[in-house]
């Protein structure tokens, strides 16, 4: 078996376990060493005031982490012996980073000569001539990386629960068990551990 392709071999099986680890964040709280990261997490501010808030990873949606984050609220009003909450302030971050990273399969010819290397020259228009070597810049394989930008959202809420009728003028008033029902189907909780 050439390097090239065994090289290939290990890419292929270390890529395959990597995708059966990745998984977007599930239902689960916020705590560290998880085998998924992320989660839900809430603080007591007043008796029936809290801020929670829900971390997606990498491949967590907006939309996953906005609706979770709403059924940790509609959770913690029940648990709490409420009937509804109201959303006070409502936030969702969003955090961007870009990798640059080279073709892992593209290992130029004249890498295993150690030291000695091929060196040329080159007209280029507007420069005139130019030397190129292999480790200081390439003009003819420039391309051969792979750009990938990752996206993670954090949403957050300040909520306050009451007990009785939800107002069914505000807006930002939700039943609690309403929320849990419609959005319980939707809820992927963490696998049991074997």
């Known amino acids: 078996m050439s390097k090239k392709s065994a090289a290939f071999a290990v890419a292929l099986v270390l890529s395959a376990g990597l995708a059966a680890c990745a998984t977007p964040t599930p239902y689960q709280p916020n705590v560290k060493g998880q085998s998924t990261a992320g989660g839900y997490s809430e603080v007591r501010l007043e008796p029936n005031r809290y801020r929670v808030n829900f971390m997606g990873n990498s491949l967590t949606s907006r939309e996953t982490v906005e609706g979770y984050l ?4 509609a959770e913690l009003t029940v648990e709490s012996g409420y009937d509804w909450f109201a959303v006070v302030d409502r936030d969702t971050d969003r955090k961007t980073q870009s990798y640059v990273e080279p073709d892992p399969f593209y290992r130029p010819w004249y890498g295993s000569y150690g030291f000695w290397r091929p060196s040329w020259r080159y007209y280029g228009r507007g ?4 030397g ?14 792979d750009v990938r930008t990752v996206e993670r959202f954090e949403a957050s809420a300040e909520i306050v629960m009451q007990k009785g009728a939800k107002p ?3 807006v930002k008033a939700f039943d609690a068990r309403a929320v849990i029902e419609n959005l319980k189907p939707r809820v992927q909780y963490p696998e049991a551990k074997r």
């Not at 709403?70 to 609220?73: E, W």
């Not at 420069?127 to 130019?130: K, Q």
């Not at 190129?132 to 990386?145: C, E």
């Open 70 to 73: 709403l059924f940790r609220a």
């Open 132 to 145: 190129w070597d292999p480790f200081w810049g390439d003009p003819f394989w420039a391309d051969r990386v």
């Open 127 to 130: 420069f005139g001539w130019r």
């Open 168 to 170: 069914t003028d505000d």
